[in-house]
């Protein structure tokens, strides 16, 4: 298979020696600008590379995510890595492995033919040559450019992708060794550090009510304000008091209304629309269904806080981080403190799971700021619990109402979708904006990101999966991204598809049960993907079908294909409903064209409906008295053991397909089968998230009066 | 000279001149260097700083350490390691049972601890005895089978572990 355009990652690093080293004898250094999140995604890098190389896994040597050392590729977000740095990587090796071979033979003074690689080793007809691959690296010129041509392996002479590879970096963090995380770093002359955070947007700073602190130093610049320790403990107890101490005017203190589920209709917006096909003649109007549908803010609520390393030595910042992105970080650093960019460099190093834009960018931010004040001391800045709740960026609330215009038959004819939200790509850089905490504290704080729609061809974002799995002869997408949106919002996993999908397979199901169509044949009815009905068909097959449904209990189904062109989904949901929802079994099939790792994808896709299921039941961000409210796990709690159910999936077999993401392939599909079960179960529906105790009681109530 | 604590960690006599008050995680963090047991929220509330004293359960985040003298801790890094790896590990990397792996090092002390005293629990046992820890990648399922699969390792092994 050779593709005719270039993933990405070659485009922006077209060089070989930008992706593939030949430094260490027995190893091949292969570096990516993509970093772990626990994604697993290193180790799919491994198999990928391993496999064109002819290699033991054992042997690759991976660089991940540093600014000094790999190719630039901008964030590791949207469940690209496989295609952008894996397409990129597979192509390098294929055509680094040919030049190597082709060295061979030019030494042996035979054909390419008549050679083979094992291992590194380069055999000819079955036996040792004596040379192998780091004989011949040093004679190669990875200067050039990738041709991007040399022919990857077919799907039948594969070894190591498509096998369960354990990931690399997980005995690390089963047998405890010290480094897993960045939490981990203990530089020689480490100060600990805690920001006093401003408590809302603006917020100035009362020079007199800073407090005197013994054990700590205070490093105040403009509205930014921390203390500092040798001792973590005395960091902490110094902050916490002159938290409790200080005092905060001015600014914009966020409203307690955008609790409620529909104040982001009302908030100023920059508006479009587009339609697609042919509108059809219909002149019923009783034909014409509408429901509008709504999410909360949500948080990312990382186990682990936010943190940071950072040392300021001769003129040069050193920056340590569980960033997404260290290129786009190092420029908006640079852009925020005024440093040009080639002194600054950014080291990724792991932090716990990241599903978006988080703390992790404001925390290098933080650092960094103090790291400048405090020149030669290596600084580490840990964010407190209530601080990654609540001043991390936020998944924005949204609104989808849907109207559809239906067939005498109850099919739809002409569709549309109108959409409320904040925005979602707000990223360090996006837009033109630096977006990083610390930054707005110093005086003449740099403009934040303007509010941007992605473009529909690279999957959208308030619109992304806007644009039906079905055919519809007509459809609107009305689109309204607020401006100078506070709280602040920006990427979280599946950014507008978690809702868009939540509503739109909620509504398919609520025009399945007018028409008194099954609601997967309604959905079958109007697709001829043949790969949206292999994954719905998969679904029902592995699904047990019981014709007494016990009382309380509920069924729901839904379906999607993330971005519209990443991995596909359908999913069946049971859940018993008394006066809150209890998940019992989850059935789910998964298209992910080619899979390099199939346990990965097992697990990616078992998290991704764990967490959209604790989204859809349980989770809301909440504001009170200016501030966030929501800052411990009593008051956003998450799902726990008890309440996960049993999941089976299935992955659709498809070794000749591109590979497809799935990282976020299976929020939206989890959140509307989850509300179609309850539906089902309640003979009432729900149309706002989360499905909690409260709303429950008081639909049941509104329902029987 | 404050005084010092004496504690037997993973097998080994410790002392410590950290203050009293101090809680056991930054001194197993900070002076002792043992960095599996980990911070995430400081109130008990995430299970994520769990090891055990006298083979019980305890959040190290909040727990003072001269509320600990002569008291033996365990830490992950005293179960096992890759060489010789405690069931309970050898079953986690066997179900490649984790995501990000942060919330970890606390769900395998109190998995430890539970299959101490009940050593072929149900799944709803399982869960109950991991109730008070939060992972946020939803790695809970195989987390879950792990744990079973850990008693079973358990079994198999016999009484010398």
């Known amino acids: 298979m050779i593709s005719n355009t270039l993933p990405l990652g070659l485009v922006d690093n077209p060089r070989l020696d930008q992706w593939i080293a030949f430094d260490a004898p027995g190893r091949v250094g292969i570096k990516t600008g993509k970093v772990e999140l626990g994604q697993g995604i290193l180790t799919a890098l491994v198999q990928i590379a391993a496999d064109e190389l002819d290699l033991a896994p054992e042997r690759i040597a991976l660089v991940s995510g540093q600014t000094n050392a790999g190719p630039r590729e901008g964030f590791t977000a949207g469940s690209l890595s496989v295609e952008h740095s894996g397409g990129s990587i597979r192509l390098v090796a294929a055509e680094v492995r040919a030049m190597l071979i082709a060295a061979a033979a030019a030494r042996l003074g035979c054909s390419v033919a008549e050679l083979t690689i094992d291992d590194g080793a380069i055999i000819r007809h079955g036996l040792p040559t004596g040379l192998d691959y780091w004989q011949l690296a040093p004679g190669l010129d990875l200067q050039r450019k990738a041709s991007g041509m040399v022919a990857v392996k077919p799907a039948h002479l594969r070894r190591v992708i498509g096998r369960n590879l354990p990931r690399i970096d997980l ?11 960045i939490h981990d770093l203990r530089p020689e002359g480490l100060l600990h550090a805690r920001v006093i955070r401003q408590p809302w947007p603006g917020a100035q700073l009362d020079d007199n009510s800073v407090a005197d602190v013994a054990d700590a130093q205070i490093i105040r610049r403009h509205n930014f304000l921390a203390a500092v320790a040798s001792v973590e403990q005395m960091a902490v107890a110094a902050a916490e008091k002159i938290a409790a101490h200080s005092k905060w005017s001015g600014g914009t203190p966020l409203t307690d209304a955008s609790t409620e589920p529909r104040w982001i209709v009302e908030q100023p917006s920059i508006d479009s629309s587009n339609s697609r096909g042919v509108r059809p003649e219909v002149s019923d109007p009783a034909r014409r269904v509408k429901r509008s549908y709504a999410k909360p803010f949500i948080a990312h609520a990382s186990i682990g806080p936010s943190c940071a390393l950072a040392c300021f030595d001769a003129a040069k910042l050193s920056v340590w981080t569980h960033s997404q992105g260290v290129f786009p970080l190092r420029d908006q650093l640079a852009r925020a403190l005024h440093i040009e960019v080639d002194a ?20 290098a931010c933080d650092a960094a700021v103090i790291a400048l004040s405090l020149p030669g001391k290596p600084i580490r800045v840990l964010w407190s619990r209530e601080d990654e709740l609540a001043s991390a960026p936020f998944g924005t609330s949204m609104v989808v109402a849907l109207e559809a215009t239906l067939s005498p038959g109850g099919y739809p004819l002409d569709w549309t979708t109108e959409i409320w939200g904040g925005p979602h790509a707000q990223r360090p850089g996006a837009a033109g904006g630096v977006n990083l905490l610390a930054a707005d504290a110093l005086p003449n704080p740099p403009a934040r990101p303007v509010p941007i729609e992605i473009p529909e061809a690279a999957g959208g974002s308030g619109a992304r999966n806007a644009p039906l799995l079905y055919d519809v002869a007509h459809q609107t997408i009305i689109n309204h991204i607020a401006t100078d949106l506070l709280p602040r919002t920006s990427s979280m996993r599946g950014l507008g598809a978690f809702a868009n999908v939540f509503a739109i397979e909620s509504f398919v199901d609520e025009l399945a049960a007018m028409a008194g169509v099954d609601p997967v044949r309604y959905r079958l009815a109007m697709t001829i993907d043949p790969r949206a009905r292999a994954v719905m068909e998969q679904a029902v097959a592995m699904t047990p079908w019981d014709a007494a449904k016990a009382a309380g209990t509920g069924r729901g189904f839904a379906c999607s294909r993330y971005k519209n062109r990443a991995g596909y989904l359908a999913v069946f949901v049971d859940v018993q409903v008394d006066e809150e929802v209890r998940l019992q079994r989850v059935w789910c099939a998964v298209d992910a064209g080619l899979v390099i790792n199939p346990d990965g994808v097992r697990n990616q896709v078992e998290g991704g409906i764990i967490q959209a299921a604790s989204w859809t039941l349980k989770e809301q961000v909440r504001f009170a008295e200016g501030r966030v409210a929501t800052r411990t796990w009593d008051n956003y709690p998450i799902l726990r053991f008890s309440e996960v159910p049993a999941i089976e999936i299935v992955l659709m077999d498809r070794p000749r397909d591109a590979p497809l993401g799935v990282g976020e392939v299976a929020q939206g599909p989890t959140a509307a089968a989850i509300a179609n079960a309850v539906a089902d179960a309640l003979g009432l529906r729900i149309r706002d998230l989360p499905l909690t105790r409260d709303r429950i009681i008081a639909a049941v109530a509104t329902e029987a009066s | 000279m404050p005084e010092q604590i004496e504690l037997v960690v993973n097998g080994q006599a410790r002392t410590t ?18 960095m599996a047991s980990r911070f995430g929220c400081g109130s008990e509330s995430c299970g994520a700083c769990m090891v055990l004293a006298d083979g019980k359960p305890i959040y190290a985040c909040t727990t003072p350490i001269d509320a600990l003298a002569g008291k033996a801790i365990t830490t992950l890094e005293g179960l096992g390691d890759e060489a010789h790896p405690h069931p309970v590990q050898q079953a986690f990397i066997e179900l490649q049972a984790g995501q990000c792996g942060y919330c970890l090092s606390g769900i395998m002390i109190s998995a430890k601890a539970l299959l101490d005293v009940t050593p072929k629990p149900t799944r709803a046992e399982i869960a109950a005895a991991l109730d008070g820890h939060l992972c946020r990648c939803g790695a809970h399922a195989r987390i879950l089978r792990a744990v079973a699969r850990a008693g079973e390792l358990m079994a198999e092994r016999g009484v010398d572990v």
Request: a negative charge; charged letters at 15%.
């Open chain 1, 171 to 181: 005995p690390g963090k089963i047998f405890g060794g010290a480094g897993a995380f």
């Open chain 2, 17 to 34: 001149a950290s203050a009293p008050g101090t809680p056991l995680l930054d001194v197993v963090r900070g002076e002792w260097r043992l």
């Open chain 1, 344 to 363: 600054i460099t950014v080291h990724h190093v792991q932090g716990a799971g990241c599903y978006g834009h988080n703390g992790a960018d404001d925390a």
